[in-house]
């Protein structure tokens, strides 16, 4: 029987020792299909493809997937395009940026108004390095290849208009030909990167190699982390695309020049190999807001030529940053913090090593999400530093199982589609999945139009729900598993999943339209969880 209606939190309360609910997503390199995992380890999800990713996947809010495309090149990370995956497999963005002049690589990110954010290396020749203050010394080939971003919006199935730009070649200052307009004495310009460093030969023009990005909605930054200067790069993402090739403009007043750096203080000269802190870093981020920690970076850094060994670690560090998002510098040092606020490695350092790909992510109950990714190897940390749970990627097969990193999501309910007509009706199918240990639970689907703050808490269960009690909840409360309302109660199978069918009948009452209808289910007996909510749009 139906426990009475007050619907749980997205997320479950939990304690820190034990692990996040929800569903890990991955690629594996290897493959070409991207899987949700659940706290068991078994695939409750499959979005099918045909080409290996080129490197990230993400889950969007809506339930589809966005995942990166290796059309062509042949440096790690290499890719091409993108595309938006509904449910059901079906293609319903797919955008290229792959020709001469450029390639998209690595990672992408999606920021708050659905725009996406894309890494890209763009080719120009050794001519134009060399004009740029490039030592010949360090050329090999005719091509050089930093990187630059772009943010695309969709214009279409297939096409996409790039909205604002940054080059990482309009930032830059040089010591070694004092005929350039760039020549200046690297350590007074932190704000610019030194296009001689690291002094080497880099293949096939790959200087920069960023690996990561990520976005501040809080301050409207960007930052990338580059894999070959080992630091990561904090930019202004309020600029123009003529402010973020200048030095001025934005809210930082900085144009696109670098409002932080870390990692590696050698790299604008003021410090040596000795004030190092990043070898080969992977997935620079935030942590999110309403996590713990939140505003601090976290990243997977790998150990790459670490002079204390071959080992990787999950660092966090705590940015000299003001509320504003102005960070501070004193003349002639470098930027902080010189220590970490957090790191976790193996007991054993040697035994937690990944020279190359991987990525960690801080959950909301404080525990850390980690991907060991060259052994395909996934687990959780305590902030004690204990391991509360533990995965083995084996797909596509246990020899082929890399993963560039994970992400785990609270996301339990995908309908089949976003909207319905207020004049003609409509279906939906609705798709719930708990994960395989909430196998034969009880289980009630219920809407409101009231939206989904500050939610509906269930007396006696800790629980809240996102949704608002409604009149259009107590009818759907009232007629579960009527006609307009199949599958709406009932139990889990043995994945822990179950599907439901809302069918208006013919036309819904005028004054629906322009409304947002949201769906969210829990398990019963006992009240102990519940799903994320989801919106239908009603439209005229």
Request: proline residues 7%; contains cysteine.
């Amino acid at each position: 029987m139906f426990t009475p209606f007050l619907l749980v939190s997205p997320l479950l309360a939990q304690g820190a020792g034990q692990p996040q609910d929800g569903f890990v997503l991955l690629a594996p390199q290897s493959g070409t299909d991207a899987h949700l995992l659940d706290n068991q380890g078994q695939v409750v999800h499959t979005w099918p493809g045909t080409i290996v990713p080129g490197n990230a996947v993400y889950l969007l809010p809506g339930g589809n997937l966005l995942r990166t495309l290796h059309r062509s090149g042949s440096l790690g990370g290499s890719g091409g395009g993108l595309q938006e995956v509904a449910y059901d497999g079906t293609v319903v963005f797919d955008f290229t940026y792959d020709n001469a002049d450029h390639l998209s690589h690595h990672d992408v990110e999606v920021l708050p108004n659905g725009n996406v954010l894309v890494i890209a290396w763009e080719y120009i020749t050794r001519g134009d390095a060399i004009a740029a203050g490039r030592n010949p010394a360090y050329l090999s080939g005719s091509v050089f290849a930093p990187d630059h971003l772009i943010e695309v919006v969709r214009t279409g199935p297939s096409a996409g208009q790039i909205v604002w730009e940054w080059h990482l070649m309009d930032h830059l200052v040089q010591d070694f030909d004092p005929s350039k307009s760039n020549y200046g004495v690297v350590a007074d310009h932190p704000e610019l990167m030194d296009i001689n460093y690291p002094p080497r030969r880099v293949n096939q023009g790959d200087w920069n190699h960023v690996n990561s990005v990520d976005y501040h909605p809080g301050f409207d930054q960007i930052v990338i982390s580059s894999h070959n200067i080992n630091e990561f790069w904090v930019i202004d993402h309020s600029t123009t695309t003529v402010e973020a090739a200048s030095h001025s403009g934005g809210q930082s007043g900085m144009g696109g020049d670098f409002l932080y750096r870390w990692g590696n203080p050698e790299a604008y000269g003021r410090g040596t190999p000795t004030n190092r802190m990043l070898w080969g870093q992977h997935d620079v981020q935030w942590i999110d807001d309403g996590r713990p920690g939140a505003g601090n970076f976290l990243l997977f850094n790998n150990g790459l030529n670490r002079p204390a060994g071959a080992w990787s670690s999950i660092d966090e560090l705590v940015p000299p940053v003001d509320s504003a998002g102005n960070y501070s510098i004193q003349p002639g040092t470098a930027f902080g913090p010189t220590q970490l606020a957090w790191t976790w490695s193996a007991t054993n350092p040697p035994d937690f090593y990944s020279q190359n790909i991987s990525g960690c992510e801080r959950m909301d109950n404080g525990n850390t999400l980690v991907c060991s990714g060259n052994q395909g190897w996934l687990f959780e940390v305590t902030p004690a530093g204990d391991m509360v749970w533990e995965h083995q990627n084996t797909l596509p097969s246990p020899n082929t199982n890399r993963v560039f990193k994970v992400r785990r999501y609270n996301h339990f309910l995908w309908p089949e589609v976003a909207s319905i007509s207020t004049s003609v009706g409509g279906t939906v199918e609705f798709h719930l999945k708990a994960g395989t240990h909430q196998a034969g639970r009880n289980y009630v689907l219920a809407a409101c139009v009231s939206g989904t703050s500050p939610g509906t808490t269930i007396p006696g269960t800790g629980i809240t729900v996102p949704l608002n009690r409604d009149y259009v909840t107590d009818f759907v409360l009232a007629n579960l598993n009527s006609s307009m309302l199949g599958g709406f109660a009932g139990t889990l199978d043995a994945q822990g999943a179950a599907d439901a069918l809302l069918n208006t009948m013919g036309a819904l009452p005028p004054a629906m339209a322009g409304r947002t209808v949201h769906f969210a289910f829990v398990l019963t007996n006992p009240v102990d969880f519940a799903s994320n909510a989801m919106g239908i749009e009603v439209l005229p």
